[in-house]
């Protein structure tokens, strides 16, 4: 039986996949584990009853587990790891927290108007971090096999290089070549391509934010 699934639908396009890094994440985890699911796009400027009914707090991404609505895509995905074990998607524990920091270095350099407020400099230096881990363990952050931490830093990497390199001008250094490689093996999996938001509605997600 299919899982039902709410997910942000694009700025501007209603029936358009959406730009939330962290509805692809709980996409990407159904798609991996080949989980068949049923996609509600909600327009987040403009929720519909019935969603804020089963999930007052009105936030995206929402899955249907057992007649129940359960918010929070890290809930989310230890559930589906709990209920659907085949592929195996578990972090070794030592490595779940490898790349934490991007998401938030990144928000902060992208909407940093200051070139020497320091906001590049730490997006740089967590993403040396990451060079250095994948390095001594890549290709993925737990070795040969994509595992949850993956998942989660996919949309959040796919963000940074398109609203950096729209809003900025800028690109991931060359010289991280395990990064760079990191990056291309997460946006030529399949689940990948069948989850991202196109780069234009990324770029839209984050224009009010960039440009207040």
């Known amino acids: ?25 709980a996409l990407l ?86 070139s020497n407020d320091g906001t590049e400099q730490a997006l740089l230096a967590e993403l040396n971090a990451l060079e250095e881990h994948l390095k001594a363990n890549g290709p993925y952050v737990a070795g040969e096999k994509v595992s949850a931490v993956d998942l989660s830093l996919a949309p959040k990497l796919y963000h940074l290089t398109v609203a950096l390199g729209h809003f900025k001008k800028w690109t991931i250094p060359e010289s991280l070549t395990n990064v760079n490689n990191y990056v291309k093996l997460l946006f030529a999996r399949e689940s990948f391509k069948k989850t991202k938001a196109e780069e234009k509605y990324v770029i839209a997600g984050w224009e009010p934010k960039v440009n207040p």
Not at 6 to 23: M, Q
Not at 65 to 76: E, Q
Not at 84 to 102: K, R
């Open 1 to 25: 039986m299919a899982l039902e699934i709410a997910v942000k639908a694009a700025v501007g396009a209603p029936t358009v996949l959406g730009d939330c890094p962290f509805s692809q994440r």
């Open 29 to 114: 985890t159904l798609e991996e584990k080949k989980v068949p699911y049923n996609i509600h796009l909600i327009d987040v400027s403009n929720k519909p009853a019935w969603f804020l009914e089963v999930n007052p707090g009105g936030k995206v991404p929402v899955v249907k587990f057992d007649g129940k609505w359960v918010p929070d895509s890290d809930v989310i995905v230890g559930i589906l790891e709990e209920k659907y074990p085949e592929p195996p998607l578990v972090t070794p524990p030592q490595f779940s927290s490898v790349g934490s920091n991007i998401f938030g270095t990144f928000v902060s350099f992208l909407k940093s108007k200051d």
